[in-house]
């Protein structure tokens, strides 16, 4: 049976966050993730049904808004989120600007507000 909720999928280098995100998430949403940029990749070419993704910003080899570009050059019809324990620097003010992503949240976060934008965010 397929689940009614709308399907998400995370993106973060650390499991410990991966693991929290989806517990957090799965009252609201179907989360898939990914620890790494091209498995992120990958998991949107395996799963068309993604309505939303969200990325950690510092991830080695490929960084979030690095992986939000590759992934908005075929997939290019659903939002991107960064979410990150770091300030909003001005590249990512400026990838907000350029429309390649849609929010920023930073971390630590509150679980109803992240699943209201992520909500929010989701083409009708």
Known sequence: MMSSKPVILYVDDEHINLFLFGRLMDKYFEVLTASSGPEGLRKL???????????????PKMDGLEFVEKAKSKFNDRPYLILSGFEKSDEVKEAI???LVQEYIQKPYSSEVVANRILESIPS
């Open 45 to 59: 070419d395996e799963h068309p049904e993604i309505k939303v993704v969200i990325t950690d910003l510092r991830m």
């Open 97 to 99: 600007d350029e429309g």
